[in-house]
């Protein structure tokens, strides 16, 4: 879908990943940012479309996604046969932001079809539309994500199209004092809840350790510490809304799992 240029987009650039995408963006050089989920990709992209006063067109690769919804499909409408365009098409003639999230779980079709568009020419022949010749507007520009290939229903790239995005940015959680500042960004943050944010915090940084070494099976996001903070601003008790956000994840995967994170939850909220 696209996503028309907003007025506010909460994001704090940690580690000058923004002006990353400028200097890539000034000369015209895509990018690719890597790193697990929620760390802020999605709102970094957006973040750098709205500095740019440029419409986002989004795509989000999984198992439904189609190439149809990438480049566009044939429909019959009272008898005639119209070209409805995919969000590449879209993106390309408007001369905006393209942002493909999590590609490396795209389907092989799909990442044939965008290698043809990326290239030094970027333009693309549409077989669906008679063999019409789509050239990207002034300013087109795409931003890529990819998670680690530790993440399910990823894969390589292939390296002709890894060579597509030469500016990569790597997005990992940041410190826990950034944390902080990032949770302040999007709900309060009272005193008399800061020790326990705190806490929130440490014991995300913890599962994400354990999670990169396959200690357990799911690293929490940014996601989780703001849920958290909310949690405790309508008074819920610290030691249940870690539970509730944090261990309860874990059930999916058993019984042995949720123990070991709720065991983590206790020696820390009591």
Do not use: C
Request: net charge negative.
């Amino acid at each position: 879908m696209s996503n028309v240029v907003e007025e506010t987009i909460n994001y704090l650039d940690w580690n000058q990943s923004m002006d990353i995408l400028k200097k890539a963006y000034k000369i015209n050089l895509f990018a690719l940012i890597i790193g697990p989920k929620g760390t802020g990709k999605t709102s970094l992209a957006r973040k750098f479309a709205s500095e740019l006063n440029k419409n986002i067109f989004s795509v989000n690769f999984s198992l439904r996604t189609r190439e149809s919804h990438l480049v566009g499909t044939k429909t019959i409408e009272n008898g005639e046969i119209n070209f409805v365009e995919g969000i590449l098409i879209k993106s390309m003639k408007e001369g905006g932001i393209l942002y493909l999230d999590e590609l490396n779980a795209a389907e092989p079709d799909m990442l044939l079809r965008l290698d043809e568009a990326l290239d030094d020419r970027r333009q693309i022949i549409l077989k669906e539309a008679e063999g019409q010749i789509i050239k990207a507007s002034e300013g087109w520009f795409v931003v890529a994500t990819i998670n680690p290939l530790s993440h399910v229903g990823t894969k390589e790239l292939p390296p002709q199209l890894l060579s597509r995005f030469p500016i990569r940015l790597n997005l990992d959680y940041p410190p826990e004092e950034t944390e902080l500042e990032i949770i302040k960004q999007h709900t309060i943050v009272n005193n008399e809840n800061l020790i326990n944010i705190q806490r929130a915090i440490k014991l995300a940084r913890a599962l994400r350790e354990a999670a990169g070494v396959e200690e357990l099976f799911y690293g929490p996001s940014l996601r989780e510490t703001i849920a958290f903070t909310k949690l405790l601003n309508i008074g819920t008790d610290p030691k249940l809304a870690a539970e509730i956000v944090f261990a309860n994840a874990y059930n999916q995967w058993g019984e042995v799992e949720f123990r070991k994170v709720m065991d983590m939850v206790i020696s820390i909220f009591g």
